[in-house]
């Protein structure tokens, strides 16, 4: 079974940072972009950061100049850096992973969730 799990969510208060982190596990072939999207009560799901294998970033200009978005390709892992968190930071972010996995001798692509890591920034 394939999954991804998040972790380092909390509480902060505003001008504080939190890291997030997110580990895929399974029988993973290759991931392509992984990312962070996150959605606020009452508001749609949005985009936060995504990267890809090549380290190519795309940052959503809310967060631009205080999220940091990095992964370890070889742990599967991705990570989300956030500093000067402000109390509109606050949300469920979500974790997205997008590959290749094996299922049996056949190959699929993915486009995988993580269960949410809940931020809240007082302020």
């Known amino acids: 079974q394939v999954q991804l799990v998040e972790s380092g969510g909390g509480l902060v208060q505003a001008g504080g940072s939190l890291r997030l982190s997110c580990v895929a596990s399974g029988s993973i072939v290759s991931i392509n972009a992984m990312g962070w999207y996150r959605q606020a009560p009452g508001n749609q799901r949005e985009l936060v950061a995504t990267i890809t294998s090549g380290r190519s970033t795309n940052y959503a200009d809310s967060v631009k100049g205080r999220f940091t978005i990095s992964r370890d390709n070889a742990k599967n892992m991705v990570y989300l850096q956030m500093s000067s968190l402000k109390p509109e930071d606050t949300a469920v972010y979500y974790c997205?992973?997008?590959?290749?996995?094996?299922?049996?001798?056949?190959?699929?692509?993915?486009?995988?969730w993580g269960q949410g890591a809940q931020v809240t920034v007082s302020s």
């Open positions: 997205n992973a997008a590959g290749i996995v094996s299922s049996g001798s056949a190959y699929r692509s993915m486009d995988l």
